[in-house]
Structure formats: C-alpha cells, structure tokens
C-alpha cells in the first residue's frame, strides 16, 4: 500500500537527479523535517563522562525514494543509540541530529547549513542519494563521510565508503565479462542530464573488455517501458545495468523479460530492496556488486553486530544492503576517532586529521581494508575493492568465497580524466 502511494506521488511530482556511481531518481516532495537520535538524553544506555560529540546527517528518509534510500535513515540512528548503549565512543555520547530532504536539493542545502551554523556538529555522516552541499562543507571545511558522487571525488572535505566510480563500473564489466557477456546495456533515467553523468565510464570499462554497450533511457513515471527494453533487445543485450531506485529497477526489468529481452541484471547492492528482489522470479543469477560485506552473512562479525543492533534498536526496520552500508559509513566515523583517542570537544580539522590516519580499516568486516590518504586523490586513491553476490533460488548467495576482490590502481587509471571537474 505504502509504495502504491509512494509511486503515485512520484507521478504528480517527479524531478531527477545523478549521484554516485549509478544515477539515482529522486523524486522532489515539499517536506522536511528533523530529530536528534541517540543523544544522551535518549539513548537507553548511561550517560559517559566526556563532552557529548554532535554529528549530523542529512538524509532521504521520505518521498518518492524512501524504498531504496530510507533504510539509511533507520540504520544511522540505530547506530548511534547502540554506540551510546555501549558508553559512546572514547567516553563520549554521540547526538546525532538527522534532517530529512525528502529528495529536494534545496532543503538539504538549507538542512546542512543548520546542521553547521546552527547545530554546530563536527562532522556529517552519510549523504542523499542528490545534494547540493559539496561547495558549501569545501569552504566550511567539514567532513563529510559516505556515498559521494562522482564530481566530489577530488573535494578534500568528502571521504567515500563503498567503492568509486570508475572503480564501480569497472567491476560490473569485469563480472559481466566473467560470464561470457558481449552485449552490455545501461538504462539510465530521462529526467536529467545529469543521469547519463555514468556513461562514458561505463563504456570505456566496458569496451576495456571487449563489449559493446547500449545505453537506453528510462523515465522512473513510465507506465511501461515496451520502446527501450525493445531496444535493448534488439541490439542483443545479455547483461543491463539500470540507474534507478530499487522498485524501478524491478519494474525496467520485468517489462525487459516481458518483451523477450533474455539479460541478467547487474546491480549496485544499495539499489536492491531484499525483499522485493528474492520474490521477483527475474531476478534469479543476477550480478551483484557492492563495496560492502554482504548484509546477510553473519558470519562476518561487523555483520553480526550489526543485525543485533538493528533487531534491538530499530525492530522492524528494513536490515538490507542500503542499512549495511549506512551502518558502515557510521561505523567509519568511529573507527577513525578511536584510532585518534578524540577527546572532549573535537574539531572539524580533528576529525579530518583522524580520518587520514586510518590504514586498513574494516570495521570488523563490514568493509575492505579502508584508508585515506593525504592530498586531492584522497578518495581516488582508495575504494576499489568490492563483493559480489547473486540470487540463487530465491536466495541471496555470495561468490568468490564471500571475499572481497581488489582492482588494480593501474587498471583503473585511464578513467580518472573521465571523471567531472570539482
């Protein structure tokens, strides 16, 4: 019922915009709104002794989006009441205060200019799927941790979590490419420009491995998609990526298999909803990749700690690939003040500062060895490792052993010139 509306809503007002590896459709709904979670007023757990450290978010956690980007709004304030149900992180309770843009760039501005000037936090942990703060936290100087998108690569004041872009692309031509794929399609969404911001990455990967690519576009308001999966057919496509929320992904796709269309799916792993994907039967062998560890291996101890938290902080709430990768980029956060003892009061420039002192951080394996080096290559320079994983009778199951596998830096450096200007 709730994305029945959700989708109708999408078709009275709908606005696109790219960000990240793959392009996004973010929908534009006139709301906004915020609250402080796990401050120490509200955490359940006791109070520590050191100054409280304020962190911000600004997230999509409602609109047209929230199927796919919600889940990070959930996961990031159940981070934050489960580190201070531990005593916080150094002896510190963390106030994270999360503001809502549901989709609309212009509330995040205005959301992360209180969140700055008004709030005062330290340091923003995890990004909208579209915003339009990077210039702004530049000249503030304040940190900002999680998905980025691809012109902010070279922004001192962004650190990546997950893999980069190039480094994204790079690794769904190489897995397609595994599986005997000549023909490579890329649907990308109508609405902007700047969704097709992807592609030249995209076919340059791809012809580095001797395929061809067809690149369609697709609106998210669509009430088929009959012309470009006939397209897509037509030039004998035989693995596609789609650039678009979870639910359109399914909706591109299953119209694709109804004209005919016989091509696997390739997906980053925070376009997938779990639940919706293992009862779709199109779905079965497709190509996942993410930056993350596989959300339902418990296996993994980050993993492990993470599904308990969740189950005991935020009951209900969704615990897939986008929650992961949430609870990830917080968990990023931590890692750095812990290595750097952060103490009472710390600054913007601190956290910077302790965030260039990570090596090889996982964070207990939610992550391949992450570290961020000096200087504007900061986020070009790390990233490239990633997992990959299918459905296989209506089961996620990894491959490669559950390992992560890493791309060489060589191989990746012609894609650098391909990236957007800062």
Known sequence: MRRDMVRRTSRMRLRMLSAGVVALAVAVVAASC??????PSGSGGTRAGGSTW??????????????????????????????NASGGINGHQIDLIVKDDAGNPASGLRNVRELVEKDHVIALVGLPPAYTFSAYLKAKKIPAIGIIGNADYRNPSFFNVGLNPFASVFAVSQETSRAGVKNFGFAYCA???????????????????????????VSSSAADYTAP????????????????????????????????????VAVPAQAIEPADWLKDKNTEGMIGISGYAPWYDTTIPGIKAFQASMAKFAPGAGTGAAASAAWSIAEVFKGAAQAAHLGDNPTSA????????????????????????QGAEQNLAVSNCYFTFTIRNAAFASSNGGKSECIDQQKLAPFVKLLPAS
């Open 54 to 83: 304020k962190l911000g978010s600004d997230l999509t956690c409602s609109g047209p989006l929230a199927s796919s980007a919600g889940p990070y709004c959930d996961a990031i304030k159940a981070w934050a009441k489960s580190v």
């Open 350 to 373: 601190q956290v910077t500062q302790a965030l260039h002192g990570l090596q090889g951080y996982t964070a207990d394996g939610l992550l391949p060895p992450l570290s961020y080096p």
């Open 191 to 217: 609405e902007s420009a700047g969704c097709a911001q992807s592609l030249p990455i995209i076919q340059a990967a791809a012809g580095g491995f001797g395929q061809t690519t067809t690149a369609v576009k």
């Open 34 to 39: 915020s609250s402080s979670s796990g401050g």
């Open 229 to 264: 999966c006939l397209q897509l057919k037509n030039a004998g496509v035989q693995a596609m990526l789609i650039g678009a929320g979870s639910d359109v992904v399914l909706r591109v796709l299953d119209s694709c298999v109804a004209q005919g269309l016989k091509a696997r």
